[in-house]
């Protein structure tokens, strides 16, 4: 999927008249206008991002995302990569409100002990969604 956005002058017809030539290709395209949603803007300052890095190994995903939910954390995204014997799991969260940011180091330290992977856990700098 491809979300694009442009000025109100933009002519939905002529979009769907620029792709039709890929439907020759077999290629389907679907167009379709998204009608704006207006939303309060909000400041997120308590977002973090976590890496963990190793050897791979069952249970790595479910550890993680499980000590998350113990500790009300919320996932904004979460990706893998192995590249031969090396897995990566790059983890954005974001933490409740008041939560104690020494309590995630802490949690983290214990993850690392049990699953025997490196992590390193950054604060993302604040951010207006």
Known sequence: MLVVEGSDSIDTNKIKDAFNSLEKKGITVNIKEIPDIEHEKKQIENIYKIIVY????????????????????????????????????????????????????????????????????????????
């Open 54 to 129: 190793g050897g791979d190994k069952p249970g790595i995903v479910y550890n993680v995302s499980k000590m998350l939910a113990d500790n009300n954390i919320n996932i904004i995204d979460m990706n893998t990569e192995k590249a031969g014997d090396l897995y990566v799991l790059i983890t954005e969260v974001e933490t409740p409100e008041n939560f104690n940011e020494k309590t995630l180091y802490e949690e983290v330290e214990k993850l690392k002990d049990n699953l025997g992977v490196d992590i390193n856990v950054e604060k993302i700098e604040s951010i207006e969604m």
